[in-house]
């Protein structure tokens, strides 16, 4: 749980500080970066609600939870965490696929004009969000609300919750196979990436370019080493019941979270403008924050100095009256 909610926690306070510094920097691929800022910030707070209502619902025994509207908001919460990962999957897609165009037009490069306009990045995310939508159509028929059994656990520590009505998630499929579907896509771009990648290996122009490729590859390999187990997983839940599964399902999404933070970390670390951004906003944090202590010491040392003052003139008083 806190571990679950300190990711959470970050992931929003993150996302929310690199959508603002894309948004003054404001450039086709920004905009495609704060597109993707934006999904995979909709995917922490929706966690955060997830496991808090868990957590309300499995270990506080909370009956309000078990209500048909609030249960349904979980359906929805389940339904929502899914597209927003698909969305996060289709972004690291599209920017292979602009990077993998970028490096084959160097060969051929003309002009120091930017062939990924703002028309083109329009029509990118159009792409993008129109797919998720439509790949994702067998995902709304996947989990209903269901009236279930009393949970005995809540039912022995709280006897008055026995005879309440209680509604659960039912799940028909899994919907993180289709996201296994999209590794096997993207195992088959990582050595496109590479062969195209390598012509221009011993040009001292490009180390910059190569250095970029080697990151998108590096983010592409974390998207199959998270995403492809879990749709592994869903096949053979789909066949028999797996042991532990609430706890690996749980896991899955720490990891999923934990990754998200990482991969657009690492994005934006392939700009060196965007990481100058960064270290500036870090700079003023640190700095503010030095300022505020060196305020309150020196408020603590002037209230010592005051309180020792009247501690000497008390003692002087009754030296005094002694006298």
Known sequence: ????????????????????????MLNPTNLLL??????????????????LYKYGSDQLCLSVLWSFELTSSLLISVNLSVIVEMCGVFHVV?????????????????????????QRCWKSLGIIYGSVLFICIPLYFHSQVVEA????????????LSGRINYRLSFAANP???????????????????????????????????????????????FICVELPQGI????????????????????????LLTSCLIF???????????TAFYEKICIVRVIWRRSQSVVKSDKMKHDFLD?????????????TDL
Request: hydrophobic share 45%; charged share 15%; aromatic share 8%.
């Open 176 to 222: 993180l196979l289709q996201l296994a579907n999209f590794c096997v896509l993207l195992v088959g771009s990582l050595q496109k990436i590479r062969d195209m990648s390598s012509r221009f290996a011993s040009v001292a122009r490009d180390r910059q370019h190569l250095r970029t490729t080697k990151i998108i590859l590096v983010i592409m390999s974390l």
């Open 94 to 118: 599209a920017i292979s696929i602009i990077r993998y165009i970028t490096i084959s037009k160097l060969s051929k490069a003309t002009s120091a004009h930017p062939w990924f306009t703002y």
């Open 149 to 160: 059994v009393e949970d005995e656990s809540c039912v022995s520590r709280y006897p008055y």
């Open 1 to 24: 749980m806190p571990l679950a909610l300190g990711l959470c926690l970050a992931g929003i306070i993150g996302h929310t500080i690199a959508i603002g510094v894309l948004s003054r």
């Open 265 to 275: 970390a690492l994005f934006c670390s392939m700009n060196s403008t965007l990481r």
């Open 34 to 51: 704060i597109s993707m800022s934006c999904s995979q910030l909709v995917l922490c707070i929706n966690f955060l609600y997830s496991t």
């Open 233 to 256: 997983i869903a096949v053979i839940q789909g066949i028999t019941i797996i042991p532990y599964q609430d706890f690996v399902g749980d896991l899955f999404e720490m990891v999923t």
């Open 308 to 320: 020792t003052e009247t501690r000497t003139l008390v003692e002087w008083n009754t030296q005094k």
